[in-house]
């Protein structure tokens, strides 16, 4: 069965204090892994996409990693406005649906 | 490019009426779009997928008489509870895909701001 496990469910960070999130995956053919960042009220805001083991992207402090088994968005110095959920999610090939993992809320603390 | 609207961003209704909520692709045809239900700390849980000018495909567990949707046109797409309950109240949010065999990416999949619904 297609899963897509988050960790840590919760994170409180000091400004400042860089860190890792990290999104596990197991699923029967990957065409694409995605990180969403979700402010309460909202609908999820897209940030990045991987295709392949290997990959990396940044946008500001943030720098998303994919391995054959697992995604890290790192977090570099943050700021209390990237507070947010993040939520990982994978394509998978043969179906058109998102698999969403339970997301990791994380709080920068001023 | 790659916006999604979605309206109304909340609504509150009594028990038994219907509520219907709307999801449009404003610069993109969207070939494909999805409802999603959050419940409060949780993650997106998909209930349909539906694809224009056909019928949804539900998840398992979701009531297709419960939760109409049409998706009539490629900017459009509709969610209808019918006979709402108090149970049903929660966030909804959707989802619209660019063309069958667009990459994955900014507007590969964008989603809609969310419908916050609160049956009374």
């Known amino acids: 069965e297609d899963q897509v496990t988050q960790s840590p469910e919760a994170l409180r960070l000091q400004e400042g204090e860089s860190s890792s999130l990290n999104c596990s995956y197991t699923?029967?053919?990957?065409?694409?892994l995605f990180w969403y960042r979700q402010d309460p009220g909202k609908g999820p805001e897209f940030l990045f996409t991987?295709?392949?083991a290997g990959e990396e992207k940044e946008k500001e402090r943030l720098k998303a990693t994919l391995t054959k088994k697992e995604s890290f968005l790192h977090i570099t110095a943050p700021k209390p406005e990237d507070s947010a959920t993040y939520l990982c999610?994978?394509?998978?090939?043969?179906?058109?649906?998102?698999?969403f993992g339970q997301g990791t809320r994380l709080t920068i603390n001023p | 490019g790659a916006v999604v609207s979605q309206h109304p961003s909340w609504v509150i209704c009594k028990s038994g009426t219907s509520v219907k909520i709307e999801c449009r692709s404003l610069?993109?045809?969207?070939?494909?779009m999805f409802w999603y239900r959050q419940f409060p700390k949780q993650s997106l849980m998909l209930m349909a997928t539906?694809?224009?000018?056909?019928?949804?495909?539900?998840e398992q567990g979701v009531e297709k008489d419960k939760f109409l949707i049409n998706h009539a046109s490629l900017t459009l797409s509709t969610l209808t509870v019918t006979s709402a309950h108090p149970e049903d109240s929660s966030f909804y949010i959707c989802?619209?895909?660019?063309?069958?065999?667009?990459?994955?990416?900014?507007?590969?999949?964008?989603f809609g701001s969310g419908t916050r619904l609160t049956v009374v």
């Open positions: 699923v029967s053919g990957l065409r694409g």
């Open positions: 999610a994978v394509g998978i090939q043969g179906a058109q649906k998102l698999v």
């Open positions: 991987l295709y392949s």
């Open positions: 989802s619209a895909r660019k063309g069958q065999g667009a990459i994955y990416g900014i507007g590969g999949y964008t």
């Open positions: 539906s694809n224009e000018g056909s019928k949804a495909t539900y």
């Open positions: 610069d993109f045809q969207a070939t494909t």
